[in-house]
C-alpha cells in the first residue's frame, strides 16, 4: 500500500512537471533569424499565471510575462541592428536557452511549385550553385506540406544555417533573393521561411472565411475540381502552413503561384483578397513581391496564361506596396517549370532593393500598360518604365486592337517617344488594345533596362 502511494505521488510530480515546462513553437528555435531594428513578438505555452523570464544577450534585459488561463504567453521584446550570433533564455519553472540566433531580415518564400523547385530539381547551373551554397548568414525554415481544416498553432520545421545540403532542397527562387539581397546589405544576415506545395490555386493558402464571406471567390472556388497531387479546398494549406506563422515578423513576403488558377476569370480579386488577408493577421501592410506567371502551353485555352498575367499585373493597381517580376524573357514556352530561377530570385530582390530597403536606384521594372489615347484611326499606348522603349523584332505582331464589336486584329506597331502608335486597315474606329495575349507570348517589347513588357488588354 505505502508503495503504491509513493507511486502515485510521484506519478503526480511528473505530469505537474509535464504541463509546467515552458514550450516554444517551432519556428522559434535554435539558429533563427529576427528582424532587425524592430519589435517582435516571442510566445509559447506554460502553466496559468507561470511567470515567464525572457533575456536576449543582446542587451540582457530581462522581459517578464505570465501566462493567461488558457495556458499561452507572449511578449515584444526589442531587436538591434542587424548581428549575432546571440543567444536567448526563456525561463519559467524549465529554462530553454536558444542559441546561434541571427539578427537580420526575415522573408517568407510561398506558392506553387516553382517556388518550391530546388537545385535538385534540377536548375540551370545548379551543381556549381550547391557546391558554392556555403553560408552561415543565410537561415532556411522549411515547412512540410501538412493540411488542416481550423487554424493550428504550430508547424513542424526546424531553422537551419545554409549549405551545399540544406540549399540543395531549399526554394531555389528564395536562395537566390537572398543572396543578392545579401551582396547590396552588405551580407546583413536573411532568414528565409519557406511555405510552398507544387500545383496548388490560391484559394488554399487564404483563409477559408475570406472566400465563404464573398459571393464571387466562393463561387470561382467552387469550380475547383479534387487534384491528386494536393489539396484544393479553400483555407487548407493556409491554416497548417502559414497561419502558425502568424507573429513572427516578417520583413516581407516573396510569392510564385498562378499557373494552377489559369482558367479562372476572377483571379485579381482572389490574389489581392489572399494579400490583404495576410496583411490583416500580421496587422501590417508588409511588402508582398510576386513573380508574374511564365508563357506556357496551356491546353486548350489559348489565352488562360495571358489572363492570369494581366491579372497580376492589376494587382499592382490594386494593392499598395506590391511589386512583379517578368519573367517572359527567360523562360521556355515548353517548360512549366523553367530552370533559370537565378534570374527570377535576383529580379524579385531588386524590388525589394528598390522599394523597400532603398538601396538599389537601377529601374527594376519592366515597361507596365498605363493608358490609351485614340487618334481617329490611330491608338497611342503610353507606359510606366518606358525610357529607351524598343522592340528585339524588326516587326512585333504581338499588338492587336479592336472596334466596339471586341474582335480583335493584328495592328502595325510603332515605337515613338517611349509611347507604341498602332493601326489596323480592318479598325477604322479603334477603342480597344491587347499586348502579348496568348499564352506562350513572350514579349517582344522591352525598355532600356532590357526588362519585358507585361502583357494587357486595356479596359
Known amino acids: 500500500m505505502k508503495n503504491n502511494i509513493i507511486a502515485f505521488v510521484l506519478f503526480l510530480i511528473l505530469c505537474n512537471t509535464a504541463v509546467a515546462n515552458v514550450t516554444l513553437p517551432n519556428v522559434l528555435s535554435d539558429n533563427m533569424v529576427l528582424q532587425r531594428n524592430s519589435e517582435v513578438t516571442i510566445w509559447g505555452w506554460a502553466n496559468p499565471q507561470e511567470e515567464v523570464v525572457i533575456t536576449p544577450s543582446w542587451n540582457h534585459q530581462e522581459y517578464k510575462i505570465k501566462a493567461s488561463n488558457q495556458a499561452k504567453w507572449e511578449i515584444n521584446i526589442p531587436t538591434p541592428k542587424e548581428g549575432g550570433p546571440f543567444t536567448i533564455s526563456i525561463k519559467g519553472y524549465n529554462e530553454i536557452v536558444l542559441k546561434n540566433i541571427l539578427i537580420g531580415e526575415v522573408w517568407i518564400c510561398s506558392g506553387q511549385s516553382n517556388m518550391e523547385m530546388s537545385a535538385s530539381w534540377g536548375i ?155 496583411r490583416k493577421l500580421w496587422n501590417y501592410d508588409f511588402p508582398f513581391y510576386y513573380v508574374q506567371i511564365a508563357p506556357y502551353k496551356y491546353g486548350e485555352n489559348h489565352f488562360g496564361g495571358a489572363e492570369i498575367r494581366n491579372a497580376q499585373r492589376k494587382v499592382l493597381q490594386e494593392v499598395p506596396n506590391t511589386g512583379m517580376a517578368i519573367t517572359s524573357d527567360i523562360s521556355p514556352i515548353d517548360d512549366i517549370h523553367p530552370k533559370d530561377k537565378k534570374s527570377v530570385g535576383t529580379r524579385l530582390a531588386n524590388l525589394a532593393l528598390a522599394n523597400t530597403y532603398k538601396t538599389n536606384s537601377d529601374v527594376v521594372n519592366g515597361p507596365l500598360y498605363k493608358a490609351i489615347k485614340i487618334d481617329k484611326n490611330k491608338v497611342v499606348v503610353a507606359f510606366d518604365y518606358a525610357d529607351g522603349l524598343h522592340f528585339t523584332t524588326k516587326k512585333s505582331n504581338q499588338f492587336e486592337i479592336s472596334g466596339t464589336d471586341n474582335v480583335f486584329y493584328e495592328a502595325e506597331a510603332v515605337i515613338k517617344k517611349n509611347t507604341v502608335i498602332l493601326k489596323s486597315d480592318k479598325v477604322a474606329h479603334p477603342v480597344k488594345v491587347c499586348f502579348a495575349w496568348t499564352n506562350t507570348a513572350q514579349s517582344e517589347l522591352f525598355n532600356k533596362a532590357n526588362l519585358p513588357a507585361s502583357s494587357f488588354v486595356s479596359e
Open 124 to 278: 540551370e547551373n545548379g551543381d556549381e550553385e550547391v557546391k558554392n551554397a556555403t553560408n552561415p548568414n543565410i537561415r532556411f525554415f522549411m515547412i512540410p506540406k501538412l493540411t488542416a481544416t481550423s487554424p493550428q498553432n504550430n508547424v513542424s520545421g526546424n531553422w537551419t544555417e545554409c549549405t551545399p545540403e540544406t540549399m540543395k532542397y531549399f526554394s531555389a527562387t528564395g536562395y537566390f533573393f537572398a543572396k543578392r539581397l545579401q551582396e547590396q546589405l552588405k551580407n546583413v544576415p536573411i532568414g528565409l521561411i519557406g511555405s510552398n506545395w507544387g500545383g496548388t490555386p490560391a484559394e488554399i493558402w487564404m483563409p477559408e472565411e475570406v472566400i465563404q464571406k464573398d459571393t464571387v471567390l466562393l463561387e470561382s472556388a467552387k469550380t475547383r475540381k479534387e487534384e491528386s497531387y494536393g489539396p484544393n479546398q479553400p483555407g487548407r494549406a493556409f491554416n497548417a502552413m502559414i497561419y502558425p506563422l502568424v507573429g513572427f515578423k516578417i520583413a516581407g513576403v516573396i510569392w510564385y503561384q498562378g499557373e494552377s488558377n489559369v482558367g479562372s476569370t476572377v483571379y485579381d480579386k482572389t490574389f489581392s483578397a489572399l494579400i490583404t488577408s495576410w
